[in-house]
């Protein structure tokens, strides 16, 4: 970093970590004083082949995993980084929501460093993460509307600045990066199930199942799919033994169905955005979180976005998943509003974006 830039009192150095679910990572980003994003370094160890053999993840494996490798990567990331902890202007850990022994691991590791070293300390919402990602690999600013989707969250919302947020819809069941996995694992596709979805789909027909599109035309921009998922099951159970195509042409038509949905539901809300923003307003859409890597969705969404009006936002893949990159960020956008945290955080394994946001009606109250 420039020796100069880094004595402005503007800028800022944020070591961040993440241990929510199935990623261990640790980031440091710097913030410079005209409010734009730099990573500096952002380590990233995916514990897949852990949970492989489960279909799934399993919370306790998740949580030793963190134990095991957490200190050797931030250890790695403030030696690319090439800074000493003493240069650090704030330590982010995420709080939740997510799996509690995941959590308990990434937040007591921050605070110990951030104890030691007398830096401030933050405790960072994961979602929030995911909404603010935009901010620092493109320079986005609030306001936006914002698609999140991801493993266990799948909404949609006005994000009006760091920590103000209005939810105007949910899923009432599952959440679509669940549909993706729960359909991988149904196909013998494998874990994590959306990128293996993704891939057996390039080689598909989506014509060939008339799967169904949940919610369309519903007032409210609301989600679900438990029912797609049951329909995809059916008609797997119709057809099997699977030979390889069938397995491509369930999965494509399962995107695709996945994909009117969600541009429906998306539809709604940029007309609900365009009024609860009025039209001065710069109108911005973003779509973040681990669903957000997927190709097809993305390349509908912008469509989507520029039919309305708006212009589309996403990071990139690398960055829609999980990473710590996103935590320090979060966290550095605080501490320039100084908005820190006491050492005695706890961790939030629930924890809502929009805490106003009524549960949606018939809502499994997952999300
Ligand atoms: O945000 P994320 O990394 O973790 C959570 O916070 O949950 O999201 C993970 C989810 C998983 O369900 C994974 O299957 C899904 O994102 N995902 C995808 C793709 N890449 C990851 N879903 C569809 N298509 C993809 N390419
Ligand atoms: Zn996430």
């Not at 850990?93 to 401030?120: D, E, N, W, Y």
């Not at 960072?124 to 509307?145: D, N, Q, W």
Request: charged content about 20%.
């Amino acid at each position: 970093m420039d020796a100069l830039q880094q004595n402005d009192p503007g800028f800022s150095i944020v070591l961040g970590i993440e241990t929510s679910c199935d990623e261990t990572a640790a980031a440091v980003v710097a913030r410079l004083p005209d409010g734009s994003g730099h990573i500096v370094s952002n380590v990233v160890r995916t514990q897949w082949e852990k949970h492989r053999p489960y279909g799934g993840v399993v919370p306790e494996i998740a949580a030793r995993a963190h134990v095991e490798c957490l200190d050797l990567l931030i250890g790695e990331a403030m030696r690319e980084a090439d800074i000493d902890y003493s240069d650090l202007d704030a330590v982010a850990a995420t709080a939740g929501p997510g799996l509690i022994g995941g959590l308990i691991v990434g937040l007591v590791s921050g605070k110990a460093i951030a104890l030691a070293t007398q830096k401030p300390f933050i405790a960072v919402h994961h979602l929030e993460a995911h909404a603010l990602t935009v901010g620092l690999t493109e320079g986005l600013k609030p306001p936006y509307l914002l698609l999140l989707v991801s493993g266990g969250h799948t909404q949609l919302l006005i994000v009006r600045g760091v920590g103000d947020y209005e939810r105007l819809g949910t899923t009432i069941d599952d959440a679509l990066g669940e549909a993706f996995d729960k359909t991988a694992k149904l196909l013998g596709l494998g874990f994590p199930g959306g990128p293996a979805v993704e891939q057996a789909a390039r080689t598909g027909d989506a014509s060939r199942f008339d799967l169904p599109r949940p919610m369309l035309g519903r007032a409210e921009p609301h989600f679900s799919f438990a029912g797609l998922k049951t329909a995809v099951r059916r008609t797997a159970e119709q057809l099997a033994p699977l030979k390889p195509q069938d397995v491509a042409d369930i999965a494509a038509s399962f995107q695709e169905a996945v994909v009117q949905s969600v541009a429906d539901r998306c539809a709604r809300a940029l007309d609900i955005a365009t009024e609860r923003l009025g039209t001065s307003a710069t109108r911005n859409f973003v779509v973040a979180g681990g669903v957000a890597a997927n190709e097809r969705l993305r390349e509908c969404l912008r469509r989507l976005a520029e039919a309305h009006g708006f212009a589309f936002y996403v990071p990139p893949a690398q960055l829609c998943s999980d990473n710590a990159a996103m935590i320090a960020w979060a966290g550095a956008e605080r501490l320039a509003l100084g908005l820190i945290d006491p050492l005695g955080a706890a961790v939030r394994p629930r924890w809502p974006l929009d805490l106003d946001a009524q549960s949606a009606i018939g809502s499994g109250v997952k999300a």
